[in-house]
């Protein structure tokens, strides 16, 4: 039974976290698809949970129904990992986390975010019978962000972008479907919630929310360097970068330290 969204508290979202190694995931998403299920994969993030008033109680019901409603959680960024870990770990003193962070973030759940997860579990399908479908980003990235998946994996590509309804038509026929959502944390969630019953209907099939990983395969955004990245410091990189779009996240982002001290 799917919780109420009322019901569905922040430890709920600690406890639906997967802990399984990455390669592990990778072969159970690999077995769902052979047995033309319906996978709905979220990533969850702290800033994206905070502005959406998971942590002050006051939650966004649709945001939260749609977290509760995917069938895989993976843990995104160093923030909300700590905070899963401190979650599981209460005898540890909030400010040892913070300031052991390269310790205890190397005992933390893995780093499974959308941009670099959903490419190995692509490669994984490497010249498959597998068709991807990409829903989102803007009429003149989603083309260059089609043929970089068709070209680097090897795989059946189609796309639609997201300023227009999503065309079921993407979905016919009986070859297994990965679909990626990119329309940006909420909504992607809630567009997958909202269209769940006709994405089971079709079966047979494995959902995303990506976020905005098509403007990096289609070149409008760029990712950090890879120093950023290890060091946990992408979110500042991308701030730097293009600070109107991620300023609002990034601010969300600082009260993960309040968060979690006074836990």
């Not at 479908?133 to 059946?156: C, I, N, Q």
């Not at 409008?220 to 970068?241: D, H, M, Q, V, Y």
Request: aromatic share 16%; charged share 25%; proline share 6%.
């Amino acid at each position: 039974m799917i919780p109420n969204p009322t019901d569905f508290s922040i430890t709920d979202l600690y406890r639906k976290v997967s802990t399984d190694p990455e390669a592990e995931i990778i072969r159970n998403l690999r077995s769902k698809l052979s047995n033309g299920t319906f996978t709905w994969v979220s990533f969850v993030y702290f800033a994206a949970l905070e502005m959406a008033g998971w942590y002050r109680g006051k939650p966004d019901p649709r945001h939260r129904d749609a977290i509760s409603d995917s069938d895989l959680v993976l843990a995104d960024g160093i923030a909300f990992r700590l905070l899963h870990f401190a979650f599981f770990h209460p005898e540890i003193p909030g400010w040892n986390i913070l300031f052991r962070y390269p310790r205890y973030s190397r005992l933390a759940v893995a780093n499974l975010n959308g941009t670099d997860f959903v490419p190995k579990v692509l490669e994984s399908f490497r010249d498959g019978n597998v068709r991807v479908v990409l829903y989102g980003t803007t009429p003149e990235t989603l083309p260059k962000a089609v043929a970089h998946v068709r070209e680097r994996f090897g795989l059946e590509t189609a796309g639609s972008h997201g300023y227009a309804p999503f065309p079921e038509t993407l979905l016919a026929g009986d070859v297994p479907v990965i679909l990626l959502v990119g329309l940006g944390t909420p909504r992607q969630e809630k567009w997958i919630s909202d269209n769940r019953s006709m994405l089971e209907k079709r079966g047979n099939i494995l959902v995303f929310g990506v976020g905005w990983l098509f403007d990096f395969w289609g070149g409008s955004e760029r990712r950090a360097p890879e120093i950023f990245r290890k060091a946990g410091l992408e979110w500042f990189w991308r701030l730097a970068s293009f600070p109107r779009k991620n300023f609002k996240k990034a601010m969300a982002s600082f009260k993960f330290f309040w968060y979690l001290l006074k836990r």
